[in-house]
T-cell receptor, first 115, second 112 residues
Framework: AQTVTQSQPEMSVQEAETVTLSCTYD???????LFWYKQPPSRQMILVIR??????QNATENRFSVNFQKAAKSFSLKISDSQLGDAAMYFC????????????FGKGTLLTVNP | KAGVTQTPRYLIKTRGQQVTLSCSPI?????VSWYQQTPGQGLQFLFE???????NKGNFPGRFSGRQFSNSRSEMNVSTLELGDSALYLC???????????FGPGTRLTVT
């Protein structure tokens, strides 16, 4: 079974500053993927970034980057130059490459961006 | 390409009734997954379909069922609704059942 833990229920950041959201996971699978999804007030889930577990290089997508520590089972998301539009609930999720075909989500971190 | 669509967007039902929710995936995607989102339990996996076959099911009672059609559209059905079934139901599609899933806007179900 996979578990995903987000220990920060809420975070806040000043506009233009950098913030890091934490996530730890546990899995017995050797082939898995990790994701950060964003859910703004509209409730539309949006994929932010994906990390393949077999890749050592950390994924980046514009202002979003991850710090993937495989041995520690840690997967944090860094948002640089925060913008008001980044305000949302952020979910960390895992997906195994085996046969269960499901995303396992953490409880989420609510990010507030202050102007 | 058009995104994932879900209908209806909002639904109010009475306890004991049944409900059917619909999901149309992105064109070319053959996998459809369903998730339930509630404030208390968060996001929970309901089931996943690929080429009309259910490949996995979450820990939900048998009142929750689903199916997928040959055009990859999917429906989920909840029978004998309970107050606790009030939730946002999210559908997601992917090309072949990968974690890179694209979500629809959800159906907000309220059971009174």
């Amino acid at each position: 079974a996979q578990t995903v833990t987000q220990s920060q229920p809420e975070m806040s950041v000043q506009e233009a500053e950098t913030v890091t959201l934490s996530c730890t996971y546990d899995t017995s699978e050797s082939d898995y993927y990790l994701f950060w999804y964003k859910q703004p007030p509209s409730r539309q889930m949006i994929l932010v970034i994906r990390q393949e577990a077999y890749k050592q290089q950390n994924a980046t997508e514009n202002r979003f980057s991850v710090n993937f520590q495989k041995a520690a089972k840690s997967f944090s998301l860094k948002i640089s130059d925060s913008q008001l539009g980044d305000a949302a609930m952020y979910f960390c999720a895992s997906f195994s490459g085996g046969s269960n075909y499901k995303l396992t989500f953490g409880k989420g971190t609510l990010l507030t961006v202050n102007p | 390409k058009a995104g994932v669509t879900q209908t209806p967007r909002y639904l109010i039902k009475t306890r004991g009734q049944q409900v059917t929710l619909s999901c149309s995936p992105i064109s070319g995607h053959r996998s459809v997954s369903w998730y339930q989102q509630t404030p208390g339990q968060g996001l929970q996996f309901l089931f996943e379909y690929f080429s009309e076959t259910q490949r996995n099911k979450g820990n939900f009672p048998g009142r929750f069922s689903g199916r997928q059609f040959s055009n990859s559209r999917s429906e989920m059905n909840v029978s004998t609704l309970e107050l606790g079934d009030s939730a946002l139901y999210l559908c997601a599609s992917s090309f072949a059942g990968s974690g890179k899933q694209y979500f629809g806007p959800g159906t907000r179900l309220t059971v009174t």
